[in-house]
């Protein structure tokens, strides 16, 4: 069975720094792209950022461009998202999610995790 | 970058059918698959419908999607509702620049 269990998440203020981790297991991690998809309390999807099987393709939406980096490790069959500068439009729950190819650019998100919540706020 | 747009609300009874509308602002919809996602309250998203009309296993076939593209428009069918259908539904495309645009989500009541 395939399980992402997202991890990191919490109250910070703006302006500082947060570390999300997903860890997979259930499938052979290095054969897909994963994505982080968020979503803001009472509020839509919003997707953040995505990396290739390979970390060779990665992006990014305008909203978090310069300010977050997705990295992953395939040895340890972990994907991250390093959070720096954030704001209070960054408080939402983030997912991880399973892309069902290699590339980034043809994305069908499934499955997802259950999500961590961050919360930016003084 | 190209806009989903879908209704914010649908309502229906048990046993009727609804459809659901997600409308691609630029770009032609059929240029990327579509997929649909079912988000129950206080659970993560689960796809219903892949590659436009394509159901992954364990899901009814009472949901069915489809593509328009003279009304350059997406759509989720579900059939023969039922309570346990209330949920948001979201769909989603990709471009080159942006693997996940999705729409900002459509309540479905059964009532």
């Known amino acids: 069975e395939v399980q992402l269990v997202e991890s990191g998440g919490g109250l910070v203020q703006p302006g500082r720094s947060l570390r999300l981790s997903c860890a997979a297991s259930?499938?052979?991690?290095?054969?897909?792209?994963m994505h982080w998809v968020r979503q803001a309390p009472g509020k839509g999807l919003e997707w953040v950022s995505g990396i290739s099987w390979n970390s060779g393709s990665i992006g990014y939406a305008d909203s978090v461009k310069g300010r977050f980096t997705i990295s992953r490790d395939n040895a340890k069959n972990s994907l991250y998202l390093q959070m720096n500068s954030l704001r209070a439009e960054d408080t939402a729950l983030y997912y991880c999610?399973?892309?069902?190819?290699?590339?980034?650019?043809?994305?069908?998100?499934?499955?997802w995790g259950q999500g961590t919540l961050v919360t930016v706020s003084s | 970058n190209f806009m989903l747009t879908q209704p914010h609300s649908v309502s229906e009874s048990p046993g009727k059918t609804v459809t659901i509308s997600c409308t691609r602002g630029s770009g032609n919809i059929a240029s990327s698959y579509v997929q649909w996602y079912q988000q129950r309250p206080g659970s993560a998203p689960t796809t219903v419908i892949y590659e436009d009309n394509q159901r992954p296993s364990g899901v009814p076939d009472r949901f069915s999607g489809s593509i328009d593209s003279s009304s350059n428009s997406a759509s989720l069918t579900i059939s023969g509702l039922k309570t346990e259908d209330e949920a948001d539904y979201y769909c989603q495309s990709y471009d080159s620049s942006n693997p996940g645009v999705f729409g900002g989500g459509t309540k479905l009541t059964v009532l």
């Open positions: 259930g499938f052979t991690f290095d054969d897909y792209a």
């Open positions: 999610a399973k892309a069902d190819g290699g590339s980034i650019a043809i994305a069908w998100f499934d499955p």
